[in-house]
């Protein structure tokens, strides 16, 4: 694994050090509490932002007047935490103002020719308000202000942050990077799956036959390309339920392992043959495809049975099969044989370009630019009730896959046809790279008051 940059959180007691670890990591994996020495070991998580990440590491509050063994300690791990980061977050409590204990540890850290950002927290109480008009004088200059508790001002911090990264040469990881990606291969029987990834591995892995459902369980196999790792999965091969035999509690049984290996996968390759058409079992297994998290690709095998092969025969095959499987409409496309090997390669290419895309992460100021345009070209669609539904926002708030909430003005959901949540959906393709990944946006309704 490539070097995670790393950046650490220091500064005195209960200036919110522990509520900025969890905000930057989304979990809550670091305690809070306003009692002065909660946190005593290093805590380490990682962020993940616009689809790379860094370390991020939480330390224990400073000011420490009387230390005994444990707070020496204390002292000791944040200070090494110091010396091993990349940059270090100097946090200070917006609400008090500056402090001489503040102004002596940026000198000390400044002193040991560490990259240090002054972040004043908690600027969301009426004190820190007040206290925004007074200078910050100390060694790093006016501090950024932001409230952990609130998220406000992260998004800017954390570009800071990665562009600061950058330019010391240091840059944050792409996310494919640091884990193997899990890559799924699912079909109807017969469609060449396993003669797929045999291709794929580089060797005979997987038994490949013309006797249907030869592949009995998923089967993971770890694959290096160009420095990084994939999983890929082989799975039996999905038939309709009337064709399964009402006694063959195997093949059921391995029917329900490949629906497990495609829940759990981070991209699904979901392989055809280039038929006159597609059959309802096709239909089935891409709605299926289309509503999982992971990123989908559509891989036609079998490419060279295919006679008499023109110019326009691959867009033609293309536009045929994406009007029969519309749940997979923004997926990739890609024509191969596995049995000769053409374009095969080009399946890697495609697979780190749908992971990366399904940590797409978009800014509140972009998707308010996005928003207002979206809805000056088609206003949103009134459901039932007799007044139309009023948009207030869109913010992004999850990727893997990219996930939206759609802020509402309105007593009911119904207000809004649903229509509007596919046409922004549309809209959000069209604008941004998110070929391959599902799009989840979900409506929150918003009351009068809150308004």
Same mark, same amino acid.
């Given at each position: 694994m490539p070097h995670i940059p790393t950046i650490a959180i220091l500064g005195r007691a209960n200036v919110g050090k522990s509520t900025l670890f969890n905000r930057l990591v989304e979990a809550r994996q670091a305690m809070v509490s306003p009692i002065a020495g909660t946190t005593r070991d290093r805590q380490e998580g990682v962020c993940l932002w616009?689809? %790379?990440?860094? %370390?991020v590491v939480d330390t224990g509050g400073l000011d420490i007047k009387h230390p005994d063994d444990i707070e020496e300690e204390i002292v000791r791990q944040a200070k090494i935490a110091a010396k091993e980061a990349d940059i270090v977050i100097l946090l200070g409590d917006g609400s008090v103002g500056l402090t001489g204990f503040d102004r002596q540890l940026a000198d000390e850290l400044l002193q040991g020719r560490q990259t240090v950002l002054g972040i004043a927290n908690k600027e969301d109480t009426k004190e820190a308000k007040r206290r925004a008009y007074e200078a910050w004088h100390w060694a790093l200059g006016a501090p950024r202000t932001i409230s952990a508790a609130r998220g406000t001002g992260i998004g800017d911090l954390l570009d800071e942050i990665y562009d600061l990264l950058e330019k010391r040469g240091k840059p944050p990881i792409d996310i494919i990077e640091t884990k193997p990606t899990r890559v799924a291969v699912l079909g109807k029987p017969n469609v060449g799956k396993s003669t797929l990834l045999n291709r794929v591995l580089g060797e005979e892995r997987f038994i490949t036959s013309p006797v249907a459902h030869t592949t009995r369980e998923p089967n993971d196999v770890l694959? #290096?390309?160009?420095?990084?790792e994939y999983v890929f999965i082989d799975t039996a091969?999905?038939?309709k339920k009337s064709q399964? %035999?009402?006694g063959d509690a195997l093949e059921r049984e391995s029917v329900a392992r490949a629906r497990i290996a495609r829940a759990r996968a981070d991209v699904i390759l979901f392989v055809i043959e280039p038929n006159t058409f597609i059959e309802v079992q096709e239909r089935t297994l891409a709605g299926e495809v289309g509503a999982a998290s992971g990123g989908a690709i559509v891989v036609v095998n079998k490419w060279d049975t295919v006679p008499e092969k023109k110019t326009n025969t691959v867009k033609e095959f293309e536009a045929f099969i994406r009007? !029969? /499987?519309?749940? /997979?409409?923004?997926?990739? &496309?890609?024509?191969?044989? =596995? /049995?000769?090997?053409?374009?095969? #390669?080009? /399946?890697? #290419? &495609?697979?780190?370009?749908? #992971?990366?895309n399904r940590y797409t992460q978009l800014s509140d100021d972009v998707l308010a630019e996005f928003l207002q345009k979206a809805m000056h070209r088609h206003k949103p669609v009134k459901g039932m009730g007799s007044a139309p539904p009023k948009i207030l926002g869109l913010r992004q708030v999850g990727v893997a896959p990219p996930t939206f909430e759609l802020a509402l003005k309105a007593r009911r959901v119904r207000k809004l046809h649903p229509s509007y949540l596919r046409y922004l959906e549309n809209r959000l393709r069209e604008t941004f790279d998110l =070929? !391959?990944?599902?799009v989840r946006i979900y409506v929150k309704t918003v009351s009068s008051s809150a308004t």
């Amino acid at each position: 694994m490539p070097h995670i940059p790393t950046i650490a959180i220091l500064g005195r007691a209960n200036v919110g050090k522990s509520t900025l670890f969890n905000r930057l990591v989304e979990a809550r994996q670091a305690m809070v509490s306003p009692i002065a020495g909660t946190t005593r070991d290093r805590q380490e998580g990682v962020c993940l932002w616009r689809g %790379r990440v860094i %370390r991020v590491v939480d330390t224990g509050g400073l000011d420490i007047k009387h230390p005994d063994d444990i707070e020496e300690e204390i002292v000791r791990q944040a200070k090494i935490a110091a010396k091993e980061a990349d940059i270090v977050i100097l946090l200070g409590d917006g609400s008090v103002g500056l402090t001489g204990f503040d102004r002596q540890l940026a000198d000390e850290l400044l002193q040991g020719r560490q990259t240090v950002l002054g972040i004043a927290n908690k600027e969301d109480t009426k004190e820190a308000k007040r206290r925004a008009y007074e200078a910050w004088h100390w060694a790093l200059g006016a501090p950024r202000t932001i409230s952990a508790a609130r998220g406000t001002g992260i998004g800017d911090l954390l570009d800071e942050i990665y562009d600061l990264l950058e330019k010391r040469g240091k840059p944050p990881i792409d996310i494919i990077e640091t884990k193997p990606t899990r890559v799924a291969v699912l079909g109807k029987p017969n469609v060449g799956k396993s003669t797929l990834l045999n291709r794929v591995l580089g060797e005979e892995r997987f038994i490949t036959s013309p006797v249907a459902h030869t592949t009995r369980e998923p089967n993971d196999v770890l694959v #290096e390309r160009n420095g990084h790792e994939y999983v890929f999965i082989d799975t039996a091969g999905i038939r309709k339920k009337s064709q399964v %035999r009402r006694g063959d509690a195997l093949e059921r049984e391995s029917v329900a392992r490949a629906r497990i290996a495609r829940a759990r996968a981070d991209v699904i390759l979901f392989v055809i043959e280039p038929n006159t058409f597609i059959e309802v079992q096709e239909r089935t297994l891409a709605g299926e495809v289309g509503a999982a998290s992971g990123g989908a690709i559509v891989v036609v095998n079998k490419w060279d049975t295919v006679p008499e092969k023109k110019t326009n025969t691959v867009k033609e095959f293309e536009a045929f099969i994406r009007d !029969g /499987l519309p749940p /997979l409409r923004h997926a990739p &496309m890609v024509f191969v044989s =596995a /049995l000769k090997g053409q374009r095969t #390669e080009k /399946l890697f #290419e &495609m697979i780190d370009k749908v #992971e990366q895309n399904r940590y797409t992460q978009l800014s509140d100021d972009v998707l308010a630019e996005f928003l207002q345009k979206a809805m000056h070209r088609h206003k949103p669609v009134k459901g039932m009730g007799s007044a139309p539904p009023k948009i207030l926002g869109l913010r992004q708030v999850g990727v893997a896959p990219p996930t939206f909430e759609l802020a509402l003005k309105a007593r009911r959901v119904r207000k809004l046809h649903p229509s509007y949540l596919r046409y922004l959906e549309n809209r959000l393709r069209e604008t941004f790279d998110l =070929a !391959g990944t599902p799009v989840r946006i979900y409506v929150k309704t918003v009351s009068s008051s809150a308004t």
